[in-house]
């Protein structure tokens, strides 16, 4: 049996890959990205939402973090591409259904942006945290 969140994470993973320009995309990186533009996804756990689900079903809020990442070029151009990227991940998540219906919501919540200060090319990131509610059997969060 494979988790739901598993499933999840594929399924971002994909959307990205496919939604957007991203040269790499990686799923809880051990390091930094080595081609740009990069998206990684990191997974930021899970806690149970308040109210009543279904009969046998346990809901979820499942916390993730996409971090954008573009090197190189003038400064307003690392940030035209920061943005063009940003808007690309958003298309590609933002969509109905969620992640192909496996979610119940997918919602955008904080953005924030960073500048790689020591970086030996100029290398802007951006961190783009979402939440995605979904349902799972009690007894086992898998998928049905």
């Given at each position: 049996?494979t988790a739901k969140?598993?499933?999840?994470l594929?399924a971002i993973?994909?959307?990205?890959?496919?939604?957007?320009d991203?040269i790499e995309?990686?799923?809880?990186?051990a390091?930094d990205?080595?081609?740009?533009?990069?998206?990684?996804?990191?997974?930021?756990g899970?806690?149970?939402?308040?109210?009543?689900g279904?009969?046998?079903?346990t809901?979820?809020?499942?916390a993730v973090?996409?971090?954008?990442?573009?090197e190189?070029g003038?400064?307003?151009?690392a940030?035209?591409?920061?943005n063009?990227?940003?808007?690309q991940t958003?298309?590609a998540?933002?969509v109905?259904?969620?992640?192909g219906?496996?979610?119940?919501?997918?919602?955008?919540r904080?953005?924030?942006?960073?500048v790689?200060?020591?970086?030996?090319k100029?290398?802007?990131?951006f961190?783009?945290s979402?939440?995605i509610?979904?349902?799972?059997r009690?007894?086992?969060?898998?998928?049905p």
């Open positions: 049996m969140r598993e499933s999840l594929v993973e994909e959307a990205l890959t496919t939604g957007t991203a995309v990686i799923v809880d990186p390091g990205p080595s081609s740009f533009p990069a998206l990684c996804i990191v997974d930021g899970q806690r149970v939402a308040e109210g009543q279904e009969v046998g079903q809901r979820y809020i499942m973090i996409v971090e954008g990442y573009v190189g003038t400064n307003a151009a940030r035209s591409s920061l063009d990227l940003y808007l958003v298309a998540l933002l109905d259904p969620p992640l219906g496996l979610a119940d919501r997918l919602d955008e904080d953005l924030r942006i960073d790689a200060d020591l970086a030996s100029r290398r802007l990131a961190a783009l979402i939440e509610e979904f349902s799972a009690r007894e086992s969060p898998s998928n």
